[in-house]
């Protein structure tokens, strides 16, 4: 080989490295502006919506630390990982802080990264301190390196979830969770940095009852942020859409529950509850996607049931005398224990023996689609039609049933309308007071609350029965041992009005199981009626409001016509006076007059024989003179 072929080669290796190149221009050419898209590579990245910026916030640094990686991106994530977790040990808090910044920096799209390390701050790195101030920091940590990841993310919404719950569930359900939601409500610099975030922490959603900001109300916050993202068209990711959408109506029943147990008692703890009502209503009818080709709402069980009421009867009409007579076979097969609940009405039932009930209606069904099958022929497409549609309907009875259990969708319902009721907030007071009245060992006072305490209670139980498996029972029932110990007996009164509340709680305070199922059924059943209850006295009171007014609209109108007759008969009287005045003046003048010319008339004779007289004189002196 000499050097003209070696030569030879390493120009030809040159010219395939520099036709190499071109290729690579064209695919990796970056974007130069709004008309330039560049190469193919970075038109695919504008095309699926993955570039940098599109992604969430550019970060110089981050893209720095990619490049100096050189390709060993991965190996050295790995690496920091490792020695967070040993600076954590080692309790070398500033080295890990640190560490777990450049972890995000290579890592910023990786939501574990955030979701771990935001975590492993707040609940794992803030327990190693003592000072509740120093845990609260590590806790602010946490929920700011979520923020980060947030800002870096757009399209997470499980990074904007789990920060909502950061803030409600750490700060909220944590040992000192007195202690953290003082600090949180007082932190300036924080809510400076959330109305960063675009979370207004300076609006009403976000204060609680002293008018400052709340960490459950501030959590929800952030939820709905999560919730109008996924409401735009960004798929939720690594979480099922019914915990993703239950956790915010959850945190404002979380803060009406907090203040209450802060001491807010009154007409504020009432429009707590009444959002939070609102709240979980209107969860009810959110569009929740399932596992199936369909969303469903929650809040709709009993609409899907009428429905398939509906579609049952129409099918019957059409196979009318065929139903009718496999039906009755159906019932007349049923043992005589089932007869007897199937011929009962189903107010008069007791509520254990509802479900039985439900079953049994359900048995005796005959199969629609082997008589849809055999209808006549002018009413078979119609009938097959309204069986596929009963099909479709038990598909989503089944999804409904499934997805309210799994939450207890019913029991929050309840306990959202149960607890923004007048009276439920004045029992909460009433054994608040008594049990700082037992603390101050003023036990007269404290035996008085708790007996007045425990008989609204009693009805309370009596209108919903589901609120005896909430923790407010088990605080009650604790309540109830206080009082025991404060009036020197444990035996129960015959006619006390929560025996059977005792009873039912048991010797430690755990309620039997058996007695669940029935318990809430009656207790949706209870707060249907009681809803009706309180809509009739509503209207009664809006009735009664309003005869009041129109009563009090005619007391003043007739007030101010009788005061307007006053007026007028006082305006008459002083015309009246006035007149008698002139014409007793005028009359006295007159008089007065009559009385001069009458005068007048007397003196005029006297007066006329004067000049008589001096004539006469006059003539006598003249005579006398001449």
């Known amino acids: 080989m000499n050097r003209t072929t070696i030569l030879r080669r390493k120009l030809t290796y040159l010219v395939i490295l520099v036709a190499m190149l071109i290729p690579l221009y064209l695919l ?37 630390m990619k490049l100096a990686s050189l390709g060993l991106r991965g190996v050295a994530a790995t690496l920091l990982w490792n020695k967070a977790h040993e600076y954590r040990v080692m309790h070398e808090w500033d080295r890990l802080k640190a560490t777990l910044n450049n972890i995000a920096l290579l890592q910023p799209h990786f939501d574990k990264v955030w979701e771990h390390q935001a975590h492993n701050l707040a609940y794992n790195v803030s327990t190693e ?19 980060r990841g947030v800002r870096q993310n757009r399209n997470a919404p499980r990074l904007i979830w789990y920060t909502g719950w950061f803030y409600g569930s750490k700060m909220g359900m944590s040992d000192e969770k007195v202690q953290f939601r003082r600090l949180f409500a007082d932190d300036d610099v924080l809510h400076e940095e959330l109305l960063g975030e675009n979370i207004a922490v300076d609006s009403p959603e976000a204060r609680g009852p002293l008018g400052k900001p709340d960490n459950w109300l501030v959590g929800r916050l952030w939820l709905n942020h999560g919730y109008e993202m996924v409401d735009a068209g960004v798929k939720i990711r690594r979480q099922t859409p019914l915990n993703f959408y239950e956790t915010g109506p959850k945190w404002r029943i979380q803060h009406a529950e907090a203040i209450e147990r802060e001491g807010i008692l009154d007409e ?41 009421d509906e579609k049952i009867e129409q099918v019957r009409e059409l196979v009318k005398d065929a139903f009718d007579v496999e039906q009755q076979a159906r019932i007349d097969s049923l043992v005589d224990e089932h007869r007897k609940l199937w011929e009962t009405p189903v107010d008069e039932l007791p509520y254990a023996d509802r479900d039985m009930y439900a079953s049994i209606k359900e048995g005796v069904i005959p199969d629609l689609t082997k008589l849809a099958r055999t209808a006549d022929p002018s009413v078979r497409l119609r009938a097959i039609e309204l069986v596929g549609e009963l099909d479709d309907l038990e598909e989503r009875l089944i999804k409904v049933r499934g997805y309210r259990t799994q939450i207890n969708f019913p029991y929050w319902k309840t306990l959202a309308l149960a607890e923004q009721e007048e009276r439920t907030v004045r029992a909460r007071r009433l054994i608040f007071d008594a049990e700082k009245a037992n603390e101050n060992a003023e036990l007269d006072k404290a035996i008085a609350l708790y ?25 009650l029932f604790e309540s109830l041992k206080r009082y025991s110990v404060a009036i020197d007996s444990e035996e129960i009164p015959e006619g006390f009005p929560l025996r059977t509340f005792v009873e039912l709680m048991g010797e430690y305070g755990q309620v039997d199981s058996t007695l669940y199922a029935s318990i809430q059924e009656e207790a949706e059943a209870t707060a249907i009626a009681r809803k009706a209850e309180l809509a009739e006295e509503e209207r009664l009171r809006e009735e009664a409001a309003k005869a009041e007014e129109k009563a009090a609209m005619e007391k003043e109108a007739a007030e101010k016509e009788a005061a307007k007759k006053a007026a007028s008969e006082k305006k008459a009287a002083e015309k009246k006076a006035k007149a008698e005045k002139r014409k007793a003046e005028k009359e006295a003048a007159e008089a007065k007059e009559a009385d001069a010319a009458e005068t007048e008339s007397n003196a005029s004779p006297a007066d006329s024989d004067s000049p008589t007289d001096a004539e006469n004189g006059e003539d006598v002196d003249g005579e006398k003179a001449e």
Request: no cysteine; glycine share 8%; charged share 30%.
């Open 28 to 64: 990796g050419q970056p974007s130069g502006g709004k008309t330039d898209l560049g190469g193919e590579l970075s038109e695919m990245r504008i095309k699926y919506n993955i570039a940098e910026s599109d992604l969430g916030e550019i970060s110089p640094a981050s893209e720095t």
């Open 129 to 147: 301190f003592d000072d509740y101030r120093q845990r609260y920091e590590m806790v602010r940590e946490g929920t700011e390196f979520l923020t």
């Open 268 to 308: 504020r703890a009432q429009n707590a509850w009444q959002m939070a009502s609102e709240d979980w209503n209107a969860f009810g009818n959110r569009s929740i996607p399932t596992t199936s080709p369909f969303t469903i709402k929650l809040g709709s069980l009993e609409e899907l049931e009428r429905q398939k």
């Open 451 to 475: 007996e007045e305490g425990f008989e609204v209670w009693a009805e309370i139980f009596d209108d919903y029965p589901l609120l005896t498996i909430d923790d407010a029972a088990q605080d």
